[in-house]
């Protein structure tokens, strides 16, 4: 015996049932839909690659091959340009040596003049007083010279005269 609570029952779960299945159904067409919609991007993606691959790559080929040349042109350039100022550096570095040489032999030679113009009277003829006894110790020094080479002939010959002297003394000895 079924009775009407068991029939409606057995109804509700069966409508539940049905409305699950429903339910479900419903979930996986929007799956669907949304599985075809990534299917749909990725396919599109996957045209543009192949167009890419096709067309498109060999025009970024002849870009990236120009690229390369100008980038070697470029540093064909740059090392040209690198050796060019290298040797205008050197060239300058070997002028300005050259005129700062010149310049301090110069200031050498005017140093000197420079000095004795803000000298006072006292100082110049300190000055010249000094150079003329520089000159009285050259004079000096060669008389000195002089004395001692012809003391060193007087030295020799009295040593000639004493020997002679003494030669003299023993031949007579001898006698």
Do not use: F
Not at 14 to 33: G, P, V
Not at 91 to 114: I, T, W
Not at 147 to 170: C, M, R, W
Request: net charge negative; glycine share 2%.
């Amino acid at each position: 015996v079924v009775t009407r609570d068991d029939v409606e029952e057995s109804l509700k779960a069966i409508w539940q049932y049905a409305k699950d299945k429903e339910q479900l159904l419903k979930d996986l067409h929007s799956q669907i839909e949304e599985t075809e919609k990534r299917l749909s991007v990725k396919r599109g993606e996957r045209d543009y690659w192949l167009e890419y691959k096709n067309v498109g790559s060999k025009a970024q080929a002849n870009k990236i091959m120009n690229l390369e040349k100008n980038i070697k042109e470029v540093k064909d350039d740059l090392h040209r340009a690198t050796e060019y100022y290298r040797n205008a550096l050197k060239a300058v570095k070997e002028e300005n040596d050259r005129l700062v040489e010149r310049h301090m032999k110069l200031s050498k030679e005017q140093a000197p003049e420079n000095a004795v113009r803000y000298l006072d009277r006292n100082c110049c003829r300190e000055i010249e007083e000094n150079e003329w006894l520089k000159e009285e110790v050259r004079v000096y020094q060669k008389e000195v010279s002089d004395l001692k080479a012809s003391i060193q002939l007087l030295e020799e010959e009295n040593i000639g005269l004493v020997t002679k002297l003494i030669d003299g003394k023993l031949q007579n000895l001898r006698v």
